[in-house]
């Protein structure tokens, strides 16, 4: 009998009343939300701003097979609060033991890498971010801001953490020029589409469903 496999998706949105409410990154939540469970895929939902115990954020890594972080980029990063969920959570799993065993290197064996101790292999982590800056700002050594940097590369800030941890990482997923020129509909279609092929999962939930704008 095939074992159910278990999601954990992660909002980091932090409203800011009659400017950012939110509505944008709950769409990609519900929009991963639906799919998943589509396919059968237990799913757990974290809201960071509504609150937290740390102690249960890392137990919830632990059950997932997939963890996806959904996040406005607020001032070039996640908004300040997902930094003290990381902190906090991560060292629950660090205190524990249960996210890793130190940083990988030995006194017995030189040729062992820092990064290399952690104990969540078979994960996989996801970023899912919503952006002003359009599309063409990344990957483009003539851009004056990122000067060539990909999404993946200034990503790192977020999946360093689940590298160092044993977890896998697989390509992130963008809406971009939200205020602007940006396409939200189409961005929102295609999302279903993204997930079944970094995870690895047939496609067949219509995504024109469960776009709710």
């Not at 939902?45 to 102690?55: F, H, K």
């Not at 003290?84 to 629950?92: G, L, P, R, T, W």
């Not at 996210?99 to 996989?124: H, I, N, P, V, W």
Request: charged share 25%.
């Amino acid at each position: 009998m095939e074992t159910i496999k278990n999601v954990l998706l992660i909002n980091a949105h932090l409203t800011y009343p009659n400017w950012s409410e939110g509505t944008l990154n709950r769409s990609f939540i519900e929009a991963a939300k639906d799919f998943f469970l589509s396919k059968g895929y237990q799913v757990v939902e974290t809201t960071i701003e509504n609150g937290y115990a740390p102690d249960e954020e890392m137990e919830k890594h632990l059950k997932a097979d997939i963890i996806i972080l959904q996040t406005p980029i607020n001032w070039f990063g996640a908004p300040w609060i997902y930094k003290k969920y990381v902190d906090e959570v991560f060292n629950s799993g660090l205190h524990s033991a249960k996210f890793l065993a130190g940083d990988g290197r030995t006194k017995e064996d030189a040729s062992r890498q820092y990064g290399t101790g952690g104990k969540m292999q078979g994960k996989k982590f996801m970023v899912s971010a919503t952006w002003n800056a359009p599309e063409e700002s990344f990957g483009d050594p003539s851009q004056k801001l990122f000067e060539g940097e990909t999404t993946a590369g200034f990503f790192k800030q977020f999946t360093s953490n689940y590298r160092f941890c044993g977890v896998n990482i697989v390509d992130d997923y963008n809406c971009f020029d939200i205020f602007k020129d940006g396409d939200i509909k189409r961005s929102l279609q295609d999302y279903p589409s993204h997930l079944s092929n970094v995870f690895g999962i047939e496609e067949t939930v219509n995504s024109e469903q469960i776009i709710n704008q």
